[in-house]
């Protein structure tokens, strides 16, 4: 079994990583974070954004600079089950069925554009992204230790979208807008990629590996090891019961949510040189982990409330541990 990686090479692989994707992503650094941390914590992210905003890029990036193996789903209305999971097929010479693999036997996929597919199809991820196994006829196949979803959708207000189920939702540890960039990031796009038909890959613009998959598993035990003292996770508890208490809101957050947030909490902690969990690891998380889980109610909904702040009032009337 791999030894648990130090908490000092645990913040170099990060530093590394976060150097690689600079190569060939401008800004976008709050999300490499949460990106890293999601991988630390074995989690899943949703990005949501406008066409035109590297969501797509940035995880080829992200999957380059770790050496995962990278598949990419592009979700369309006509997409089936089938072309997410595989299927078996019948040898007509041996009289017996062979697994042929979808895209999803891959470390880390892209399903690009989720929501443009329909509910059914979307379901397909569910059983791979919460136990990490696909079953085909009776039979369950295990995915990669490492697997990862990383999900790009248009914004609902899109031509053309089906909105994700609250089932599907849930199973994502982090929603992350993508905004456009400042006027200085974007001066700097068009210098760098101005020249270019098109995107290069990675590894053309010089992103090499940092990471092998003994080195992300020591950095993973090591997370798991970090120290979660009662009253942190107490106070998790008490921030995702509040969601169901608030009268803002129509649906609160799972029990899923609190165990996400506190393992969520853990990995930065790791990433940030600490063996132990602070409360402001589980603040500066709580928006990314809960805003996708949360659903207004028509009331707030016609006062034009935002979920952002409603996280934000119910966090600051919850007293944190000393």
Do not use: W
Request: aromatic share 4%.
């Amino acid at each position: 079994m791999t030894e648990p990686a130090s908490l000092a090479e645990i913040a170099d692989l990060a530093d590394a990583v976060r150097a690689e994707i600079a190569k060939a992503v401008v800004g976008q650094t709050e999300t490499v974070e949460h990106l890293l941390i999601a991988l630390m914590a074995r989690g899943h992210v949703l990005l949501e954004g406008p066409p035109g905003t590297a969501k797509t890029f940035l995880a080829q990036c992200f999957a380059a600079s770790l050496s995962l193996d990278f598949g990419r789903i592009q979700f369309t209305p006509d997409l089936m089950p089938g072309d997410i999971l595989g299927s078996n097929l019948f040898d007509f010479q041996t009289s017996t069925f062979t697994l042929s693999r979808g895209p999803i036997f891959r470390e880390l996929l892209l399903a690009d554009e989720i929501n443009r597919t329909p509910p059914k199809t979307q379901a397909a991820l569910l059983e791979a992204m919460q136990e990490r196994q696909v079953t085909l006829d009776g039979t369950a196949h295990p995915l990669a230790p490492h697997f990862m979803v990383v999900a790009t959708q248009n914004p609902v207000e899109s031509q053309g979208v089906y909105p994700l189920p609250e089932a599907q939702l849930d199973r994502f540890l982090f929603k992350l807008p993508v905004p456009y960039p400042s006027l200085e990031e974007e001066r700097a796009i068009v210098t760098r990629f101005a020249a270019n038909l098109g995107l290069p890959e990675p590894r053309q613009l010089g992103i090499v590996p940092v990471a092998s998959p003994e080195r992300l598993a020591a950095a993973n035990r090591s997370v798991r090891q970090v120290t979660l003292s009662d009253p942190v996770a107490d106070y998790v508890v008490r921030i995702i019961r509040a969601t169901r208490e608030s009268r803002d809101l129509s649906l609160g957050a799972s029990p899923r949510a609190a165990v996400l947030l506190a393992g969520a909490a853990r990995a930065r902690a790791a990433l940030h040189g600490r063996d132990y969990v602070l409360p402001d690891d589980v603040k500066a998380l709580a928006v990314a982990v809960l805003r996708h889980r949360l659903v207004l109610s028509p009331t707030a909904e016609i006062e034009g409330r935002r979920t952002e702040d409603l996280i934000g009032l119910l966090i600051s009337g919850v007293e944190a541990p000393r």
